[in-house]
């Protein structure tokens, strides 16, 4: 089982500015999903990524997949407080379909 | 539409006492079905996925067991709980036929002492 390494573990920011989270493994995945968790809820699905270099948008979220599939970056522009969670990286794996889950990024977005 | 349940919402046991979680899905047959715990806000480890009645694959060795005794039902159970056995349960579905997306329970939080 290949790790995925998040950066950074915390990140603390006023409401209205920009943050980029990161996710990598040493190891070439075929597809790599974004999760949201709020406090004592399970994760929500955000995004899959599946093609090297691509990018998705999600309203003021843009998600990119590395190049060399290697590496994925989330992007808030304007943060908001509702932006406030845990957020998670996870490689699918085509075996039972589970996921493997990096240690998450922890944000807290101050008014 | 598809829900998924899990119970109890909270558990406290004492350490060396027995464990049973529930979940189950409604709405949707012969899904694939998922154990994760999480610790302290961070992570999912993955314990155990399911692709059917009675197929358990377990991810990490330990004191845990899954059992799927029915198509919608996956149920997570310890003979004898330690303290590191303290975390945050997490059941997951995902649909076989299509779409790569796990759709997560509410959890459940146990606290052994």
């Known amino acids: 089982t290949q790790l995925l390494e998040q950066s950074p573990q915390f990140l603390s920011i006023q409401e209205g500015e920009n943050l980029t989270v990161y996710c990598n493994s040493s190891?070439?995945?075929?597809?790599l999903q974004w999760y949201r968790q709020e406090p004592g809820e399970g994760p929500v699905l955000l995004v899959t990524?599946?093609?090297?270099?691509e990018v998705k948008k999600l309203k003021r979220l843009t998600f990119q997949f590395g190049d060399a599939r290697k590496d994925s970056s989330l992007h808030i522009t304007a943060a908001q407080t509702g932006d406030t969670g845990l957020y998670l990286c996870?490689?699918?794996?085509?075996?039972?379909?589970?996921?493997?889950f990096g240690q998450g990024t922890e944000l807290s977005v101050k008014p | 539409s598809q829900t998924i349940h899990q119970w109890p919402a909270t558990l406290v046991q004492p350490v060396g006492s027995p464990l049973s979680l529930e979940c189950t899905v409604e709405?949707?047959?012969?899904?694939?079905l998922y154990w994760y715990r999480q610790a302290a806000g961070r992570g999912l480890q993955l314990l155990f996925y399911?692709?059917?009645?009675?197929?358990i694959s377990s991810e990490v060795p330990q004191n845990l067991s899954a059992s799927r005794p029915q198509d919608r039902q996956f149920i997570l159970s310890s003979k004898k709980l330690l303290l590191s056995d303290s975390g945050f349960y997490l059941c997951?579905?995902?649909?076989?036929?299509?779409?790569?997306?796990?759709?997560f329970g509410p959890g459940t939080r146990l606290t052994v002492t």
């Open positions: 996870a490689r699918l794996y085509n075996q039972g379909g589970k996921l493997i």
């Open positions: 399911s692709v059917g009645i009675g197929q």
């Open positions: 997951a579905w995902r649909d076989r036929q299509g779409g790569q997306e796990q759709y």
């Open positions: 709405g949707t047959s012969n899904p694939n």
């Open positions: 190891s070439v995945f075929s597809s």
């Open positions: 990524v599946v093609t090297g270099g």
